[in-house]
């Protein structure tokens, strides 16, 4: 469930302020090396999301920090947030959340409304909640015009020589349904807060940052691959289609 939904108007927020400091120390940590000194590695999942929805005179957002629990991946409880918005506001609008509401639901079926929805985690999203984060924005993407970024920090359990990793098969699915991948060390502001906070020495932090480099080129490969499937099997079924009606003819 939401914890808190806030409410902004004409406000943004500040990108440096999404983590405090303590939580960049414990959860983004770009000096390990996966598979190795597995206890230092953060055993929870942290998430932040901000939903905007633009129009010409309003701007709005809606945001959460979320984490996951025994029973619960952070991604479902971004799901049951999101749910929440969506659902919610036409159902029973809040009266604080009137301006929303209203800018939502006159633009539903026309698209005229642009939202983002930036995610940034220090996880990857598993195989399942990848699936399950991709249909959802194909559901929403029937009324509304959606732009998807997540940002996360570390791959999700990546074994390193394993390339059919099925969470790397996720992330090329998500990346090929259109939703943005960035590693979160391509930010400037985290970029300076790491530096500024020393998280491990700047040598590992290099040695790091290349190997989350060649697994985000994996993805991008993996998701190419999927795009040229998904065109030759449209050229099949027009070809196919052709063949059939110049029969009929
Ligand atoms: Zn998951």
Redesign the pocket.
Known sequence: MAEALSYDDESEDSEDNIFSDEEIKQYFRVDLMYMERVKEWPNKTILHYVLTVNNLKTHTSFSNKLFNSSKK?A??NLLEDLKEIFDGLEKNPLEELEGAFKALSLTKKNKVMKMELEITMNYS??K??ADNIKSYINEIEKDFDIHVIIRFGSF?LLYPKDDKNKHIEGLAQLQNAEIILYLVWDLNWLKKRIKKLEIGSKKERKKRKKKDRKYMELVSKKALKLLKKTRNSLHKNVASKTAKSSETT
């Open positions: 991946h991604e479902e999203p598993c399942e909640c999700y």
